[in-house]
């Protein structure tokens, strides 16, 4: 079975505050994804990464930045926390982008409150 | 444009009835993926299927069915006896193989009740 881990279930920053986000999985995946989840938004897109030290931008990568220094890891860093970034944090890998590996597996997700 | 649509909200049945939840796509691409997922009060986005548009086969998984008809563009989902632990938010999703960001178009999600 593929394992997306999220390091942290629930964090509380302060504002203001840089927020490190880690995410592992375990199955050699090439891409990994971050979203966030708000209610009557949806799923969103923040960053995506196909390769090491790659990414991509999603629809909303304003206030963060990722990090991909090895395979099976991906951080979202919020530099400098705000209020309108309290959010739960998903985390996803996937094997490919397109064809019969693009199925999207996801973490448990991280619930972040910023103060 | 393309475009994931859940109609239904929200649904709410008494255990051991049968559900369809509802899933209407618009795509331009000749090949696309089809997904659901489902989420449990827990938060963790759980896979359940994916289909490709070259294969229209209906398909069942114990509870769980899936009709996927390109003639009107649906891919709908039946849980037949349902169980108090389906409850759940589930997702339906869209990839388009020519998407240059290949990203996931997501319908809004449709909040399963299970009652007892």
């Known amino acids: 079975d593929v394992k997306v881990t999220q390091s942290s279930r629930y964090l509380v920053k302060r504002t203001g505050e840089k927020v490190f986000l880690e995410c592992v999985q375990d199955?050699?995946?090439?891409?990994m994804f971050w979203y966030r989840q708000d209610p009557g938004l949806g799923l969103r897109l923040i960053y995506f990464?196909?390769?090491?030290?790659?990414?991509e931008k999603g629809d909303i990568p304003e206030g963060y930045s990722v990090s991909r220094e090895k395979k099976e890891r991906f951080s979202l860093i919020l530099e400098s926390a705000s209020t309108n970034q309290t959010s739960m944090y998903l985390c996803?890998?996937?094997?490919?982008?397109?064809?019969?590996?693009?199925?999207?597996?996801f973490g448990e997700g991280s619930w972040l409150t910023v103060v | 444009a393309q475009k994931v649509t859940q109609a239904q909200t929200e649904i709410s049945v008494v255990e051991k009835e049968d559900v369809t939840l509802d899933c209407v796509y618009e795509t331009r691409d000749t090949t696309y993926y089809l997904f659901w997922y489902k989420q449990p009060p827990s938060g963790e986005l759980v896979f359940l299927i994916r289909?490709?548009?070259?294969d229209e086969q209906n398909e069942i998984s114990g509870r769980y069915s899936w009709n996927f008809q390109k003639s009107t563009s649906s891919f709908n989902f039946t849980i037949t006896a349902s169980q108090v632990v389906d409850s759940a938010v589930y997702f339906c999703a869209l990839s388009e193989a020519r998407d240059s960001n290949y990203q996931l178009i997501w319908g809004a999600g449709t909040k399963l009740i299970i009652k007892p």
């Open positions: 996803a890998s996937s094997l490919s982008l397109t064809g019969s590996g693009n199925t999207i597996y």
């Open positions: 990464s196909y390769d090491v030290k790659m990414k």
């Open positions: 199955m050699d995946h090439e891409n």
């Open positions: 289909r490709n548009s070259f």
